[in-house]
């Protein structure tokens, strides 16, 4: 069972060791990228891969997103962000809204935020009833486990940070210009209720940790280090996933 107390928030890189693991990962991801839209080692097209990102607010989720997707050709990698339901998609089912985005044999989508906002966001912020969010659980698990069946390759990551350093990089964000446009008052607001989503967290983890779509908790306290981490959890899914199809990873070595 997963639980935020799986991340070592202690764990460390250098900006230098982090760089040169991640151009060695987005190397090895990129061969794989292609193998997986058939595109190298023959026209085979690889199962989906989705992506998907949770966290804190200011845990680094846009950076590792860019280091994920920059190798590759924008046509071969859908990301796709999710908020809050507007008004209209609350008068559907709440997985409705994320069909769209998810990828066919051969596709890549990464979802900046997802599904599980209905556990998160929703159930704090009062925006889904107790009936609701206690009933999204098995809906989600069931979801889940269906695109699984179907051959997807869901990656669930969430990037943690502790309170402390969620302030720091909150202030950070304050006093720079260029990045101040990123604070919000939602965020100070989510900050003031973080136990709360901790104890959302804790029960989202314990009850959609399963099998077909396991969660993969990041300490991303050291952005360096998180950034690293991420690349390596995806490329060992898709050589996984490629293995469990009787189908070897490829061996290439690209260059970008």
């Known amino acids: 069972m997963a ?7 202690s764990l460390k890189l250098s900006r230098e060791e982090s760089e040169k693991r991640i151009l060695t990962a987005q190397r090895r991801l990129l061969a794989l990228r292609l193998q997986l839209g058939g595109l190298i080692d023959g026209p085979e097209l690889g199962p989906p891969l989705c992506v998907l990102f949770e966290g804190w607010d200011a ?143 804790e029960d989202m983890l314990a009850a959609t940790d399963h099998d077909p779509a396991p969660w993969h908790v990041v300490a991303a306290e050291s952005k360096p280090y998180g950034r690293v981490k991420v690349l390596e959890i995806v490329i060992a899914s898709i050589e996984q996933a490629l293995r469990a199809l009787g189908r070897e990873p490829v061996q290439i070595e690209a260059s970008l």
């Not at 639980?3 to 928030?9: F, M, Q, T």
């Not at 846009?62 to 507007?86: K, N, Q, T």
């Open 59 to 201: 845990s680094g989720k846009g950076g590792c997103i860019r280091r994920l997707v920059s190798p590759m050709d924008p046509r071969h990698v859908r990301v796709a962000e999710f908020g809050p339901p507007s008004a209209d998609e609350r008068r559907h089912h709440f997985l409705h809204r994320f069909s769209a985005a998810m990828p066919g044999w051969g596709g890549m989508a990464v979802l900046d935020r997802s599904w599980y906002g209905r556990v998160l966001v929703e159930r704090v912020e009062g925006l889904a009833t107790e009936v609701e969010w206690r009933r999204a659980y098995p809906q989600i698990v069931q979801w889940e486990a269906g695109l699984a069946t179907e051959g997807t390759v869901l990656v669930k990551l969430w990037l943690h940070v502790s309170e402390d350093e969620q302030l720091r990089r909150f202030r950070a964000r304050e006093r720079d210009p260029l990045k101040r446009w990123k604070l919000t008052g939602e965020d100070w607001r989510n900050l003031s209720r973080r136990a709360d989503y901790e104890q959302a967290t």
């Open 3 to 9: 639980s935020l107390r799986d991340a070592d928030l």
